[in-house]
């Protein structure tokens, strides 16, 4: 009963909208787009590290609540936000939604949602760094409940295959999808404490993660000295280019992802076959990223139109 009712409950904030389309904005806002793209574009020029944080960004904001803006969101009061939760390490570049919404605002005031300019970013961000391109289906509304304890909604990077599956399936998504969508590891860069777990006190057998390629554990624990640094250092994904492209399926094939979760992709037939395929085929890997890409980000919840992406009307 409980889990009936908590997946009823699941299925009435998610909901896969069918009304979003990509000449939605056609005739209230026709500059959004390129407004947006110009904001990406601008500020990647000065911080590499844009594309990533905003692709990243979106992703957070689609898995809890669906894509509503949630995210962007201030604590206020009482209430903590999600972007103040857990996982706050790794969320940044937020001014560059506050920048592409105050431009936007000031052509077409309070049309265009900021769950629907944090899609086009995210967009925007795969094809500034050389990745595909593809419509954004847009309209989009914006949620007005963002809460830190929400984030134990998001997968974590300890997660192993079947938590991975449940964690996407709960929205609605497959294990295409995860592997697909997990292709965003191209990009960006992570904290040693997201992968701490894998590079001292692994389990009680071993210190360090078997499933790491021995060098590259004890690469990264000369980055990540000690388990629990202040410092927190970190690395990058993919340390061969800053290039979206399928690196990141070829370095799972040679154990040199960070986390136990990208590794655990080689764990069921199923997502394993997809590795090989993507780490094969760049081109496999653009069309899958693309759907599953649309598909995460068609996962709807908000009611309004925010004036500010930081807080609610
Ligand atoms: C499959 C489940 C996933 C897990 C467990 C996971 C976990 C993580 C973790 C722990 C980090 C590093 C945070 C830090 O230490 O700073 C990270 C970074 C990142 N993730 Fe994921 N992630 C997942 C899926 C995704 C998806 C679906 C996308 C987008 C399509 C994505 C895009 C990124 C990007 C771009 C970064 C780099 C952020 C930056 O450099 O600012 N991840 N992820
Ligand atoms: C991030 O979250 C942690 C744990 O909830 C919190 O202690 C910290 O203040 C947050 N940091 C930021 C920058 O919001
Ligand atoms: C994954 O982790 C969960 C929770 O720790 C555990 O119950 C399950 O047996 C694990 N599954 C696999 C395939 O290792
Ligand atoms: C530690 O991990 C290794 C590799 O996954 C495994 O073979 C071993 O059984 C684990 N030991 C314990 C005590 O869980």
Wanted: net charge positive; with cysteine; glycine share 6%.
């Amino acid at each position: 009963m409980a889990a009936l009712l908590s997946s009823l409950l699941i299925f009435s904030f998610f909901s896969f909208a069918t009304s979003l389309t990509s000449n939605y904005y056609q005739k209230t806002c026709p500059a959004a787009e390129t407004i947006i793209q110009k904001a990406v574009t601008d500020a990647t020029k000065r911080d590499k590290t844009v594309p990533a944080g905003l692709l990243r960004m979106h992703f957070h904001d689609c898995f809890i609540r669906g894509c509503d803006g949630s995210v962007l969101l201030n604590s206020k009061g009482e209430n903590t936000a999600e972007k103040d939760g857990p996982p706050n390490v790794s969320l940044h570049a937020f001014y560059v939604i506050d920048n592409a919404k105050i431009a936007v605002e000031s052509v077409c005031p309070g049309v265009v949602s900021c769950a629907d300019i944090l899609a086009v970013a995210a967009r925007d961000s795969v094809v500034v760094s050389g990745g595909p391109s593809w419509d954004v289906p847009q309209g989009r509304k914006d949620g007005r409940i963002s809460k830190a304890s929400d984030t134990k909604q998001l997968p974590a990077p300890t997660f192993n295959i079947s938590e991975l599956q449940q964690s996407f399936s709960q929205i609605g998504l497959s294990l295409k999808d995860l592997v697909a969508l997990s292709g965003g590891h191209t990009l960006g860069f992570s904290h040693c404490s997201s992968f701490n777990n894998r590079i001292y006190n692994f389990n009680l057998t071993t210190d360090i993660d078997p499933s790491l390629d021995p060098s590259f554990a004890a690469s990264l624990r000369h980055v990540c000295p000690a388990k629990n640094n202040a410092k927190n250092a970190g690395v990058t994904m993919d340390p061969s280019s800053t290039t979206f492209d399928n690196t990141y399926y070829k370095l799972i094939l040679q154990h040199k992802v960070l986390f136990s979760s990208d590794n655990a992709l080689l764990n069921s037939p199923k997502t394993r076959s997809l590795v090989s395929k993507f780490a094969c085929s760049k081109d496999a890997f653009s069309k899958a990223f693309v759907k599953s890409m649309i598909k995460m980000s068609s996962i709807t919840g908000g009611q309004e139109i925010r004036k500010d992406c930081r807080v609610v009307n």
